[in-house]
Structure formats: C-alpha cells, structure tokens
C-alpha cells in the first residue's frame, strides 16, 4: 500500500510544514541551516539545482528564525533592505538573478552590508556559485565570494523514491508498489522532474479513466524527453 511505503521511507517533519525527506543529498545542507550560530559573518549561500528542494529548505529556515522574510533578488531594492534588517534574519531566493539588473545588484551588496553591520543572518539560495552569475557589481562579487556555501547535490535512490511516493500521495494516485524504483532507474536526477513526471501521469490516468501503469509511465516519460 502507498501509505505503508511512505512509512518505509526517511521522513522528518519540517518544523510544522509538509515533511521534509532527508537523504546523503541535502543531509549537510540541512545541518548547516540548522546552525546559523556558525555561519561566518552571519551569511550562508545555499546552492543547488532547479527542484533541489533549496526553497523547501529556505522556508523551514525562516520559519525557524520566526517567520523572517523571504524575497526574490530580481525584485530586491534599497528601500526594502531596512525594513529586512530590521527582521534580524531573511532569505534572499535565487540570487544569481540580481546578475540582469545594476539596481538590484546594487540592493543586495547594501543589504549585505546592513545585514553585517547590525549582526542580522543571511541566507541566499542560488542554482549556481557566484563566479557564474555574471555580476558587474565588483564589490557584489566580492563580498559573494567571501560567503559560505553549503550545497544540495543532486538526489540519490532513497530521496527520489520518497519524494514520488508522497506526490502521488498526495494527488491520491494509486501506483504498483513496483513502479517506483522503475522510474527511479529511468528518469533524471531530479525533484523539479519528479513533480512533472507525477502530474503528467495523473492527468494521463484522470482522462483516461484507468489506473497508472508501467506502460503509461514509460509513455509519458517519453514524452517529457
């Protein structure tokens, strides 16, 4: 059965949010936000690919720090950065985005400095280190590679699996209990897959009035390239 499966496999829950799977590929990343007391000069970077799980992790953190804010670089501004050091703490997602606009470059190098004088946290989520942002900001660039970065590595066996048996559970879609590590062995390493994959098959089984099967998932895998 489904929910016997999600029982077998690692679950934590997340601070009151959806459960969190750990797993080798976010264990370190995990630990590292569990201990921002560490966290030299009060910054953290959290880097990992598209549907690593980086805002997952992001939002357990603030919520951790009281329900701190969270913002999109691409939208950062000046204005906004003192009421965010005022916080005491924020996160600051998808960070190498700041890369297309001087003006939001120039936000997140004064919320740096904010942040740092007041002693307030940082943490930044990005899909790649800071040498390959394409910042024109020197002073930026500077103080991004002086942070600390921690990384989620792509998924293992063990994270893939959970993660597909809770969306399907939570669409409701029954699978054979073998059809798991069958994708498992056969798509990319990743969540932000694993979700299209899921979705795809439960539209499919939802229009077709039939159940999920192998021959469905290797269809739809087909189709997704």
Excluded: Y
């Amino acid at each position: 059965m489904i929910r016997q499966l999600i029982l077998d496999l690692p679950v934590r829950s997340a601070r009151g949010r959806d459960d969190f799977f750990v797993a080798p590929a976010n264990a370190l990343a995990l630990a590292t936000l569990d201990a921002p007391e560490s966290w030299p000069s009060g910054r953290m970077l959290l880097i990992g690919p598209e549907g690593a799980g980086k805002s997952h992790l992001a939002a357990i953190w603030a919520e951790a720090q009281g329900g701190v804010p969270v913002v999109a670089a691409a939208g950062l501004t000046d204005e906004a950065a003192p009421a965010l050091v005022r916080a005491g703490a924020c996160v600051v997602e998808d960070a190498q985005r700041v890369a297309g606009s001087p003006a939001a470059q120039a936000a997140l190098f004064h919320l740096h400095n904010l942040m740092q004088a007041e002693g307030g946290r940082l943490l930044l989520t990005a899909a790649a280190p800071p040498r390959d942002w394409g910042l024109t900001l020197a002073d930026l660039a500077s103080r991004m590679e002086a942070t600390a970065s921690v990384r989620i590595t792509p998924p293992d066996d063990a994270l893939l699996s959970a993660v597909l048996v809770k969306l399907f559970a939570d669409r409701q879609t029954k699978v054979p209990h073998s059809l798991i590590p069958w994708l498992v062995t056969r798509m990319d390493r990743s969540l932000g897959t694993a979700r299209r994959i899921v979705a795809a098959l439960d539209a499919r089984a939802v229009a077709e009035g039939r159940p999920v099967t192998r021959t469905m998932a290797a269809e739809v895998l087909d189709s997704l390239g």
